[in-house]
């Protein structure tokens, strides 16, 4: 993987050393990370700041969200300058997740901005109503297919589930209905029917017009909204590559058909780099009784066919406004890690809420009180599996080694592409994968992966015998091992091509030069 346009090296070297090759901090000494799971931040007015993206990135944030929902594409760009320029600052390696805004199904506009609805209330979405012509009696929408997506005895919800409908009468470009759960409706709201159904092209005219703008982003990944086929990604990858963009793609798991199709799901997990469990409109759809069980089971599937999950939506919400997470908060976020997410994601809570950096060190908190668990550091995933690839037999016997062997203090990646630490990261371990490579977008994209920490070493500037003893010493020097360690090490036969790795070894601290 070649370094990507206008990359910054989060690192340097070290003057008047004679190992060139040893990556040294801005800081020196980078702080130890014993966090395993991924922390993804999203920017807002709260966030935004050079300040505090600093402080966020030393609290402990892996990946940041640009919500293309929301902003403009300077602005986006912006802050991705900003963020590359602070991880450079802090040494480290930080992720920038664009996500695009999608197919939000919206009813239109109110004549006063809202109306109060009461259970029992006739109301009429009407597609022939116009901007700002809403009242008590009904809105309109730009949905043309809702006529022919509903039937009589469907329940719509508005607001994110907050208002329900009951479908009374459908008419050639209207709805009739009747207010089951009442409460404020406010215009642009979104519109989802109990069990799915409702469903537009995953890429809008302006998410196309998102991906032209991300020349000047440079995300590491690209999120995909309301995901209904594998041809979505596809699309998705096609304009990128216009642009000489190969970010990983994140599927936005949100829609119920998707996850009641089996097929549908795997064809999406197959053509992603990993995929987000967007509980919000997710939940909508499905009814939150069922969507613990659908959260179990993405992750799951996601980690078995290699790909990265992220956890997402309302995770700390009463942190917005109050400086301590609830119990329930802590107990959720806790669940997932157990879960084997890679990632749990904050929404409002740092883009818009006052209490940033506490609702961060929380998250991180309650990740590590569930990471010590016996449950989340032992894994039995592939031990009945043929390996397909010399690549992934290396990664498999390696987390099996090392979770086996008392000794070993960590695992060592000597990659290119990051393949073989992502498929080691798949196995529960409670030892860090530390991937070496001189490869900035591979690092970058790593931010994301469970137990991953990624450090700039260019293994190509020493002599092959060396190398090992050299790896060994970089990290000692970083304060990563101790002398009395054993750390196993991985590598391929020629140093700087992707995809050769094909060697493993369990070898002492000790061994490193003086």
Known sequence: MSASRGEECNCRYRPGLDRPGLAWKEND????????????????????????????????????????????????????????????????????????????????????????????????????????????????????????????????????????????????????????????????????????????????????????????????????????????????????????????IIAKIERAEVVADEATLDGILEASFGVMVARGDLGVEVGDAQLIGIQKALISKARKMDRVVITATQMMESMISNSMPTRAEVFDVANAVLDGTDAVMLSA????????????????????????QPVAKTSRYRLDRAFVSAQETIAMSAIYAANHY???????????????????????????????????????????????????????????DSVESIAIEFLLDGGYLQKRDAILLTRGAIMGRAGSTNIMKILPAAQANG
């Open 29 to 248: 000494v980078t702080p130890k990370v014993n966090r395993r799971t991924k922390i993804v931040a999203t920017i807002g007015p709260a966030s935004e700041s050079e300040d505090m993206i600093a402080r966020l990135i030393g609290a402990g944030v892996d990946v940041f969200r640009l919500n293309f929902s929301h902003g403009t594409a300077e602005q986006h760009a912006r802050v991705a300058r900003r963020i590359r320029k602070q991880a450079t600052i802090a040494g480290k390696y930080v992720g920038i997740l664009a996500d695009l805004q999608g197919p939000k199904i919206r009813i239109s506009t109110f004549r006063n901005g809202s109306v109060e609805l009461a259970a029992g209330d006739r109301f009429r979405l009407d597609l022939e109503l116009g901007e700002g012509e809403g009242d008590l009696r009904g809105v309109g929408l730009d949905y043309p297919e809702l006529c022919s997506s509903v039937v009589r005895g469907d329940t719509l919800l508005l607001d994110d589930g907050r208002i329900r409908l009951r479908v009374d009468d459908v008419e050639p470009a209207a709805v009739e209905s009747t207010v089951l759960v009442g409460g404020k409706l406010g215009s642009r709201k979104g519109i989802n029917r109990l069990g799915g159904g409702l469903a537009a092209p995953a890429l809008t005219t302006k998410d196309i017009a998102d991906i032209d703008s991300l020349a000047e982003v440079l995300p590491d990944f690209v999120a995909v909204s309301f995901v209904s086929r594998a041809e979505d990604i596809f699309q998705t990858r096609d304009l990128l590559a216009e642009h000489d963009l190969q970010p990983g």
């Open 349 to 372: 809570e740092t883009a818009v809420g006052q209490y940033p950096l506490e609702v961060v060190s929380a998250m991180a908190d309650a990740a590590l009180g569930a990471e010590r």
């Open 406 to 464: 008392s000794r070993v203090r960590g695992i060592a990646c000597l990659t290119e592409s990051g393949t073989t630490p992502l498929l080691m990261s798949r196995l529960s371990s409670g030892l860090p994968i530390f991937a070496l490579s001189s490869q900035g977008k591979t690092l970058r994209r790593l931010c994301l992966c469970r137990g991953v920490i990624p450090l700039y070493f260019d293994a190509t500037a020493f002599d092959p």
